[in-house]
């Protein structure tokens, strides 16, 4: 499923202490390439895709949908926030209904150990939360993982559940305002 549903799209862009989460532009073409090139990045992810058919493939101005925010640091982007709504045949579920939010992050590799993502992810839940209140919000991510694992702990994400998906084992969270401020 895709579009997050009743939200205005772009919000204006959101500062936190270091960043700024906004709406991507072509400048950020050769980052998204380098996301979805790096080895390093898609280790967990599926594996790195050729440089030749990324050119090819993502257009001018790349990520332009709602619930897509770049994470920009001193005018240049380092990665990228993503809510989405998750696909109801999928595994791992909080509602009845399935169709969750559900959040995906992916950094350039410079940029790592440094808090950005955890800095910028917290930024985009706390607009999740005051555009769509009171909704929870799922991640899921191999338990091999382990910077993604700790940063969703830090992000106040609880475990549900864990399953098998993609030959590996994952691990499924949620996250709402309420369980979060506790
Ligand atoms: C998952 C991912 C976003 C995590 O990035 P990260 O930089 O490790 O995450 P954080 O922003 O939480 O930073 C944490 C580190 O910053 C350090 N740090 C340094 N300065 C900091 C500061 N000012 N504030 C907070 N933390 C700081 C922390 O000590 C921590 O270090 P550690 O990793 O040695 O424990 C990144 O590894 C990534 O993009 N991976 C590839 C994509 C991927 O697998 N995504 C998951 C899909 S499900």
Redesign the pocket.
């Known amino acids: 499923m895709t579009g997050l549903g009743p939200v205005a799209w772009p919000p204006a862009p959101i500062g936190t202490e270091?960043l700024v989460l906004r709406e991507s532009e072509a400048r950020d073409r050769a980052a998204f390439i380098e996301?979805f090139a790096s080895p390093?990045?898609?280790?967990?992810?599926g594996g790195p895709r050729s440089r030749e058919e990324l050119e090819a493939a993502v257009p001018e101005v790349p990520g332009r949908r709602p619930g897509l925010f770049v994470v920009d640091l001193d005018g240049a982007m380092i990665?990228m926030i993503t809510l989405d709504r998750r696909d109801a045949e999928r595994p791992g579920h909080v509602r009845p209904d399935a169709g969750e939010a559900e959040l995906?992050?992916?950094?350039?590799?410079e940029?790592?150990?440094?808090?950005?993502?955890?800095?910028?992810?917290a930024a985009a839940l706390g607009w999740f939360a005051g555009a769509l209140p009171g909704e929870p919000v799922v991640?899921?991510?191999?338990t091999a993982?382990?910077?993604?694992m700790?940063?969703a702990a830090?992000l106040g994400f609880t475990e549900v559940e864990r399953f098998e998906e993609y030959g590996a084992e994952q691990w499924f969270g949620v996250w709402s305002m309420v369980t979060a401020s506790r």
């Open positions: 270091r996301l390093e990045v898609r280790t967990y992810l990665g995906g992050y992916v950094f350039l590799p940029a790592w150990g440094r808090g950005y993502a955890a800095e910028g992810c991640l899921c991510t191999q993982n382990d910077r993604s700790r940063l830090k």
